[in-house]
């Protein structure tokens, strides 16, 4: 996955709560899973949040 052309990430949890991440924080987090070897979302899971539902990728 090459990073810088995603867009930003907004994350949805379980209980309902959403977090819109900028497109460098989308980059970031991208970047450091690469790095420790994780997928994406299990990196987003075991250091972001925890009860993650859903990921979306915009690119407004």
Same mark, same amino acid.
């Given at each position: 996955m090459i990073c810088e052309? @995603? /867009? !930003? &990430? *907004? @994350?949805y949890s379980r209980s309902g #709560?959403?977090?819109s991440l900028t497109h460098q924080e989308? *980059?970031?987090l991208c970047l450091k899973s690469q790095e420790a /070897? +994780?997928?994406l979302p299990k !990196? +987003? +899971?075991k250091e972001? &949040? #925890?009860d993650l539902k859903l990921i979306k990728f915009r690119y407004d």
């Open positions: 052309e @995603l /867009g !930003y &990430m *907004v @994350l #709560k959403s977090v989308t *980059v970031d /070897g +994780i997928d !990196y +987003i +899971i972001f &949040m #925890k």
